[in-house]
């Protein structure tokens, strides 16, 4: 099956400083969703992004379908910005294949 | 808020017993999704329901077992209960294939 891979496995931040988080997968997909996990467990969606390029506030991800690869980049990183984020990849109907995570800690 | 809806939050219970989890969709969805969450195995998948009809299945254990009512909400059912079933349990909806959206989970502790 489709595997995915998210690095930095963990990553230390200072408020007010930005960040890149990569998901590598190892097959084509039709559906690439983020999603933030946050300290009290909640999934919350970020982007369903399969290909291009989208931007929300101080988020923004870009996914390069054919290079297999997709960044999610947060701007001015705040507190509340911590928790773990995940990638999770649709193989054409195949089971939805979440990433190992990033764990994101912002220190005041 | 996603609108996806699931109960109970919190379940706590024995092992050997048998527990059922609820999960009402986004209004429109037709896809239902069950993924467990556990400190060792990560997020996985477990099964997919359209519209009552059961369409993928993955790591789901035949102490398992899943259906989708014509209301269109969900039902996972464990039995048998062991200690190492206490994870997160999340219930997902989309349209179809495509963008899903995720309910608060419900926590499972088996003593």
């Not at chain 1, 999603?35 to 399969?50: S, T």
């Not at chain 1, 988020?59 to 947060?74: G, W």
């Not at chain 1, 995940?86 to 054409?92: G, K, L, Q, R, S």
């Not at chain 2, 996603?2 to 896809?31: M, Y």
């Amino acid at each position: 099956g489709i595997q995915v891979e998210q690095s930095p496995p963990d990553l230390i931040l200072q408020e007010g400083a930005n960040s890149t988080l990569r998901c590598n997968f190892s097959d084509s997909v039709n559906n690439l969703q983020w999603f933030h996990q946050n300290p009290w467990g909640q999934l919350i969606n970020l982007f369903y992004i399969p290909s291009g390029t989208k931007q929300n506030g101080r988020l923004s991800a870009t996914t390069v379908a054919t290079e297999r690869y997709s960044l999610l980049y947060i701007s001015s990183s705040q507190t509340t910005d911590s928790g773990v984020y995940f990638c999770a990849v649709d193989n054409y109907g195949q089971n939805f294949v979440f990433g190992p995570g990033t764990r994101l800690s912002v220190l005041p | 808020d996603s609108g996806v809806t699931q109960t109970p939050k919190h379940l706590i219970t024995a092992t050997g017993q048998r527990v059922t989890l609820r999960c009402s969709p986004r209004s429109g969805d037709l896809s239902v999704y069950w993924y467990q969450q556990s400190l060792d195995q990560g997020l996985q998948f477990l099964i997919q329901y359209y519209n009552g009809e059961e369409r993928a299945k993955g790591n789901i254990l035949e102490r398992f077992s899943a259906q989708q009512f014509p209301d269109l909400h969900s039902e996972l059912n464990l039995s048998s209960l062991e200690l190492g079933d206490s994870a997160l349990y999340f219930c997902a909806s989309s349209v179809s294939n495509n963008e899903q959206f995720f309910g608060p989970g419900t926590r499972l502790t088996v003593l």
